[in-house]
């Protein structure tokens, strides 16, 4: 058998325009060049595009996951078009860049990284998904749909390949350990712990061992990286990605995507600091506009042939999610009703993450003793 397939999706925001809504034209030029630069040699295939203000690089290549030459390449390209940015004076030109230089993996570095390494099959199906203005946590429960909820996947009633379930690799942010929970044996314990989004976290979705598939070969992966974790200052949200394999033994293209009929609370929004709804729309709609939002999700679903991406096809460009679109911005107005007031405004733990603990120092001094 050939050697394995690797996906590597891999984004940054180096400069916003205007303000946080979307990337410039010319990153995106210069994002394909520098790619197109290492096509046939590092690279198998890649694809540029943007969510809102994260540029996003989706890549194929043999070089497995945490590849030192793919994350450099990643690296390299994303300070090239900060260059680009600073010239265009864009805003927060090289924010996401918080390592001071490359040392051989860009996790921890500001980057978000999404990677699957799998034997592609004799027809091998993947959707990217990328979100901008919300964090890591809001993919729980899309994810949870997709691969243990039969009422959202029919496939785990009837299809002999997938009725057996799922494994679930479930990482603590706040403590960085991690879990394995098998589903629907442990569905309900996992709950108790991603229902807390903010803490708790799918990283993996592993196929059962004795399946048709591998099961130490991911189907669904999740970026995870903590900017606040990395500055140690609030400087913009985890906008996170992810790679889903589907068909086959695992959930249909459809089954993907329909939890996004949903569009659920999701932390982020204004200032990384607001709940509001994740609104599932076209990569040219992926513009955060009202209230720099609301939160957005982008499909893009490809076939892939020997490493090469075919497509894009851009799945949330349909009118099937007019109504899932209608209902988000109707509970966005609901939810801005509320202006500074908490449910619309993060708990105080999550807001510690903003700018809101200087302005509360500045007061504490003016407290008296009850
Ligand atoms: P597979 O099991 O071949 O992926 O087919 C499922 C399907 O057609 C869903 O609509
Ligand atoms: P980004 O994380 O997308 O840069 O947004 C930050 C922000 O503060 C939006 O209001
Ligand atoms: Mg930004
Ligand atoms: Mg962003």
Redesign the pocket.
Known sequence: MAEKITVSLIKA?VG?WP??SLVHPDLIKTAKKELEKEKGKLLIDFHVTNC???LELLMTHRKGVDSEEVHHLAWNTFEEATKVAMNLKLY?AG?DLLGEAFSGNIKGLGPGVAELEFDERKAETIIAFMM??TDPGAFNLPIYKMFADPFNTIGLVIDPNAVSGFTFEVWDILESKKVFMKCPEELYKMLALIGAKSRYVIKNVFPKKGGKLPSEQSAATISTEK?YEIAGDY?????PVALVRAQSGLPAVGEILEPFTFPHLVA??????HNGPIMPVSQKNAI?TR???PPRVIALGFQIANGKLVGPVDLFDDPAYDLARMKAQRAADYMRQHGPFEPHRLPCADMEYTTLPAILRELEKRFEKL
Request: glycine share 30%.
């Open positions: 925001d916003g303000g946080h809102g203000d994260d927060g924010q901008d203005k900017l400087v913009g949200k985890d906008d982020g929004w204004m200032r990384g600091s955060c209230f720099d939002g």
